[in-house]
T-cell receptor, first 113, second 116 residues
Framework: AQKVTQAQTEISVVEKEDVTLDCVYE???????LFWYKQPPSGELVFLIR????DEQNEISGRYSWNFQKSTSSFNFTITASQVVDSAVYFC??????????WGAGTKLIIKP | GAVVSQHPSRVICKSGTSVKIECRSL??????MFWYRQFPKQSLMLMAT?????????EQGVEKDKFLINHASLTLSTLTVTSAHPEDSSFYIC????????????FGEGSWLTVV
């Protein structure tokens, strides 16, 4: 079955700490995409990254980095030197062969000043 | 800039009335659009998949007569909540998928519906 698991319901860290959000997925497909989205309190979904299943290169974008490991079916997201503005709910999602997004439950990240 | 526009962003309606939410792909043709509902502190729940020119496919448990979806063109899909009740109050968000260089999914800004 297609499934995305974000085991961390809520994470709270102090500003400037590094934090990693975990994402584990299950899929029968050999071709798929993985996404991370940020949802601030206003509600809109902010696209962070899309990763093709054939591309296992890690990605770094400023303070954000992603570690994609097919061997463990994980696509973890790390924020370095966290800031208060990073506080939001973060969703990991799997785009399957039916072009539907399978969503994780989300991780609420709280960055304390 | 936004590639999928959703309108209205916030709407308040009286119980028993109907309200329409629009989802537009701004610079690409969206062959498929998806409608989600999100309850507070929960993940997004897929309501239906909408393909241009055909009837929407509803997820189990979603009333198709209550949540009318029309995808009349490659750039517009609408969700109409009919005979709205307070329990329909929620955050509704659409996404659009297009092919080619747009072979990815884009989300609208979402619509907060409050039924009073």
């Amino acid at each position: 079955a297609q499934k995305v698991t974000q085991a961390q319901t809520e994470i709270s860290v102090v500003e400037k700490e590094d934090v990693t959000l975990d994402c584990v997925y299950e899929t029968r497909d050999t071709t798929y995409y993985l996404f991370w989205y940020k949802q601030p309190p206003s509600g809109e979904l902010v696209f962070l990254i899309r990763r093709n299943s054939f591309d296992e290169q890690n990605e770094i974008s400023g303070r954000y980095s992603w570690n994609f490991q097919k061997s463990t079916s994980s696509f973890n997201f790390t924020i370095t030197a966290s800031q208060v503005v990073d506080s939001a709910v973060y969703f990991c999602a799997l785009w399957d062969s039916n072009y539907q997004l399978i969503w994780g439950a989300g991780t609420k990240l709280i960055i304390k000043p | 800039g936004a590639v999928v526009s959703q309108h209205p962003s916030r709407v308040i309606c009286k119980s028993g009335t109907s309200v329409k939410i629009e989802c537009r792909s701004l610079d690409f043709q969206a062959t498929t659009m998806f409608w989600y509902r999100q309850f507070p502190k929960q993940s997004l729940m897929l309501m239906a998949t909408s393909n241009e020119g055909s009837k929407a496919t509803y997820e189990q448990g979603v009333e198709k007569d209550k949540f009318l979806i029309n995808h009349a063109s490659l750039t517009l899909s609408t969700l109409t909540v009919t005979s709205a009740h307070p329990e329909d109050s929620s955050f509704y968000i659409c996404s659009a998928h297009g092919w080619g260089q747009r072979n990815t999914i884009y989300f609208g800004e979402g619509s907060w519906l409050t039924v009073v």
